[in-house]
């Protein structure tokens, strides 16, 4: 199941829907239609798509999946049955009329070996990573939107033994994990009466099922508090992906999300509890040609309170001519 349920509600894009060199959609205000194909955006002309034919699709796509958007409730966030996800805005929110963007699941899932052929790595770079694989190491993967985290973090936990249990934590399902003995937890959003249950819920309740890993789609909140503390508690070999500019500015990043928890810690305490637990950052980046590659890897070693420095050891960094012969990977 996946597009055949939306499709009634627009016929308009229906090509761009079974276009597979495509994969997302942007319906902006005015009904302008983008698409990005191989990374780059391009615009779609001659779409006829009325700002209401818009609005009544949104409605009836989150009517379907179970949702509600309106001008009471402006902004929709949904995922279909394959994965892909819609993410709509109403007015006022949406200054200008409705907006719609789908984001294609893709149902291929890129192997090491298929990362170091499209250029996202180089065969040094993919030893690096499997041998933290291999020795448990916690790794933390960033990068910006659309840089290729959840591709990545999908070929590292393949690398993990068919002997280990996963816990694969998500605040929207979006991995897909191939892996015998593994569980998956998604996060729910509050819907009427209906309490929610959120990521730092899931990662409590997780360490009661038996994980030996602990696979997060994606740190965003308080929940990296709970993710520290499992990854310094017996699960390691843990992974995570984080948004971020640089593998610096992910650990900044985790520091923040941190105290979103609230636990009362100072601020160097948070910072020595990071560097005890995240072994390895790696960076992945989206190139200008659309590229997805692996930038950087550095590892934690400590943490300087005195200086409020981490101590990081290079293990890999892409020189800018590098990126000229890379290949288009997508995904998010």
Do not use: W
């Not at 030893?127 to 020795?135: E, F, G, K, N, P």
Request: with cysteine; net charge negative; glycine share 8%.
């Amino acid at each position: 199941m996946g597009f055949e349920t939306i499709l009634p509600f627009l016929r308009p894009v229906a090509f761009l829907l079974a276009d597979p060199t495509v994969s997302e959609i942007m319906i902006n205000p005015g009904s302008m239609v983008f698409v990005e194909r191989a990374g780059a955006c391009e615009r779609v002309p001659g779409v006829d798509l009325t700002e209401a034919q818009l609005r009544t699709a949104a409605i009836m796509i989150a009517r379907h999946l179970g949702e509600e958007i309106s001008e009471d409730r402006p902004l929709l966030d949904a995922r279909l049955p394959d994965g892909s996800r819609v993410a709509a805005a109403f007015p006022p929110c949406s200054v200008g009329g409705a907006a719609l963007t789908i984001r294609k699941f893709r149902r291929h899932l890129f192997t090491i070996d298929e990362l170091i052929r499209a250029g996202t790595m180089t065969p040094s770079v993919a030893a690096i990573l499997q041998s933290a694989v291999r020795t448990r190491r916690n790794i933390l993967i960033s990068g910006g939107t659309g840089s290729g985290k959840t591709t990545l973090l999908n070929g590292l936990a393949a690398l993990i033994a068919a002997e280990d249990r996963l816990v694969v934590i998500e605040d929207t399902a979006e991995l897909h994990i191939d892996h015998a003995n593994h569980l998956r937890l998604e996060a729910r959003k509050q819907q009427g009466e209906v309490p929610a249950v959120t990521m730092r819920d899931l990662l409590r309740a997780t360490l009661r099922h038996r994980p030996d890993r602990i696979i997060v789609g994606e740190v965003r909140g308080g929940e990296a508090f709970d993710l520290l503390q499992a990854m310094n508690t017996g699960h390691s070999g843990s992974l995570a992906t984080i948004h971020a500019n640089s593998a610096v500015l992910a650990l900044n990043r985790l520091t923040t999300c941190v105290l979103m928890a609230d636990v009362g810690l100072p601020f160097g305490a948070i910072r020595s509890q990071i560097a005890d637990s995240v072994n390895l950052v790696v960076h992945i980046d989206r190139a200008s040609n659309g590229a997805r590659l692996v930038t950087e890897i550095v590892g934690v070693a400590g943490y300087a309170a005195d200086e409020d420095r981490f101590t990081l050891v290079t293990r890999f960094k892409r020189k800018e001519d590098e990126a000229n012969a890379a290949t288009e990977i997508g995904g998010e």
